[in-house]
């Protein structure tokens, strides 16, 4: 059993969802990267920088193959997106089914579904195989997200603008008789934090993390985690007003059919409020479909 795990030199979040164990337990701690692109002289001597460019790129249509239930209209089929793009160091690669061009962009810019708007309606229905490498054995993960945005604007010829925009919201704060939640007090200690993730498993949580409200918000905003209907009723933006800024241990009980917002407000003693505010969001003004190679 491997645990992956990187101490940074403040508190980071530990995450692990009983949802996704098939291949044992993980613990990830996130860390922000830096990313520096060659820079380019102009005649008045002024330096910019150019935007990061894979050196191989291959994309192509995805199709299913014939008779072999590749198709999604039935039962255990693939996400209608088609899943999401594998990173490794210096090469993104699709799941043997492709992903749609919603997906490559969503990626590209780490964003979920609900901050995009705009395209036509094959950016997500029409699947994509993408495979893609840079030469440079150290190339990151956010360096390769932005050499994703280049080939979106070279392949696909996408072009985005930034809007805000009001849209349906669920604001999390506090409950009535506040918040019931167990600060997390030990730092980087990853064995302490795996020791309680378990421990919170053995006491009948099927989804447990150690980590900020924020980070715990993201999950909720964040289609990786909704993907299969881990948190059912999450079907809008969730915006953190608890003004809660510690580390916790969330652990919760409930079953895939079970309203998420209702657990989380039982369990936990927060409270979801509908209403509507200002989103950010990425819109599309011109997207073409690539030619193949």
């Known amino acids: 059993m491997l645990f992956a795990m990187y101490p940074p030199r403040r508190p980071i979040p530990w995450t692990l969802s009983a949802f996704a164990m098939a291949g044992g337990l993980a613990i990830h701690g996130l860390a922000q990267l830096q990313t520096k692109t060659p820079p380019v002289q102009t005649a008045q001597s002024k330096t910019i ?49 492709g992903v749609t061009a919603k997906r490559i962009i969503l990626e590209a810019y780490r964003l979920n579904n609900y901050q995009v708007s705009g ?68 730092s980087n200690d990853a064995d302490a934090a795996k020791a309680a993730i378990q421990a919170a498993f053995a006491k009948g949580a099927v989804d447990a993390s150690i980590t900020t409200m924020r980070g715990y918000v993201e999950r909720m905003n964040n289609d990786r985690t909704n993907l299969y209907h881990q948190m059912t009723g999450i079907d809008r933006p969730v915006l953190d007003k608890t003004g809660l800024g510690g580390v916790y241990l969330f652990a919760l009980r409930f079953s895939p059919e079970d309203d998420y917002k209702a657990i989380v407000e039982s369990q936990l003693g927060l409270k979801f409020k509908p209403q509507k505010a200002a989103v950010k969001t990425l819109v599309i003004d011109r997207i073409e479909k690539p030619d193949p190679n």
């Open 119 to 186: 395209g036509p309606q094959w950016i997500d229905s029409d699947m994509f195989q993408l495979e893609a490498k840079s030469t440079e054995p150290t190339a990151t993960e956010d360096q390769l997200r932005l050499m994703l945005r280049t080939l979106l604007s070279k392949r696909f010829h996408l072009v985005t603008h930034y809007d805000t925009r009001e849209a349906p919201v669920y604001t999390l704060t506090a409950g009535k008789n506040g918040p019931r939640l167990q600060e997390w007090k030990e």
């Open 49 to 97: 920088p150019l935007p990061p460019e894979f050196d191989v790129a291959s994309i192509k249509l995805w199709a299913p193959k014939s008779g072999g239930g590749g198709n999604r209209s039935g039962g255990g089929l693939p996400p209608p997106d088609g899943g999401h793009l594998q990173f490794t160091t210096g090469r993104v690669v699709t799941p043997s089914i």
